[in-house]
């Protein structure tokens, strides 16, 4: 148990549906991340909340739409997606910005048809 | 910039065996230095870190040491067990920056 919560663990979507990812942190830090872990690749840091403000967004496709309510929520709402945008989403959450530890959930396995 | 370089995997070694797994990195400063493991099925998690120059990190047997003058973070063990198989990331923040900054990963096999 890590803290932060990932759900759904697994969904497969066709190219035409609309799905969201959510995560959930119980630590009461202050920054929250998306990453995509794809096979053979390194992790790609998709967005950064920090005090639900986005900080960061590193020229993700539009497709992707984070969303941020609270510190403790954080959102990844999914439309029209491509194949190569199969992946395991990882949600992370931190104290604040600058101390580089993580904690991360244990991922959506995210499968586009 | 700054960056971060593992070794390739995957790595497989016997039960008992010693464990290095390369890390080298490039950044300006003192960056602080970290290493993450991904067991499988589960999200990456901290294992160990060190902040500055010569300083040691320790967790679950693991070791590395802060290399100011190599450049290196390298991650040790002195008997790998069955259920240390999993993806290991080294990883850095930049001094004075916010960013985090992941290596590739090395995939460790422990053999029975």
């Known amino acids: 148990e890590t803290g932060v919560t990932q759900t759904p663990r697994h969904l497969v979507m066709g190219m035409t549906n609309k799905k969201s990812l959510k995560c959930e942190q119980h630590?009461?830090?202050?920054?929250m991340y998306w990453y995509k872990q794809s096979a053979k690749k390194p992790l790609e840091l998709m967005f950064v909340?920090?005090?639900?403000?986005?900080?960061e967004n590193n020229s993700v496709p539009s497709r992707f739409s984070p969303e941020c309510p609270n510190s403790s929520h954080l959102f990844l709402h999914l439309h029209t997606l491509q194949p190569e945008d199969s992946a395991l989403y990882l949600c992370?959450?931190?104290?604040?910005?600058?101390?580089?530890?993580?904690?991360f959930g244990e991922g959506s396995r995210l499968t586009v048809l | 910039g700054d960056s971060v370089t593992q070794m390739e995997g995957p790595v497989t070694l016997s039960e008992e065996a010693f464990l290095t797994i390369n890390c080298t990195y490039t950044?300006?400063?003192?960056?602080?230095l970290f290493w993450y493991v991904q067991y499988p099925g589960e999200g990456l998690q901290l294992l160990l870190k060190?902040?500055?120059?010569?300083d040691k990190g320790s967790n679950k047997g693991f070791e590395a040491t802060y290399r100011k003058e190599t450049t290196s973070f390298h991650l040790e063990k002195g008997s790998v067990q069955v259920s240390d198989s999993a993806v290991y990331f080294c990883?850095?923040?930049?001094?004075?920056?916010?960013?985090?900054?992941f290596g590739k990963g090395t995939r460790l096999h422990i053999l029975p």
């Open positions: 992370a959450s931190s104290q604040d910005r600058v101390t580089g530890e993580l904690f």
């Open positions: 630590l009461g830090h202050n920054a």
């Open positions: 909340y920090n005090f639900k403000e986005q900080t």
């Open positions: 950044a300006t400063g003192y960056p602080s």
């Open positions: 060190a902040t500055k120059a010569d």
């Open positions: 990883a850095l923040t930049p001094q004075g920056d916010d960013k985090i900054i």
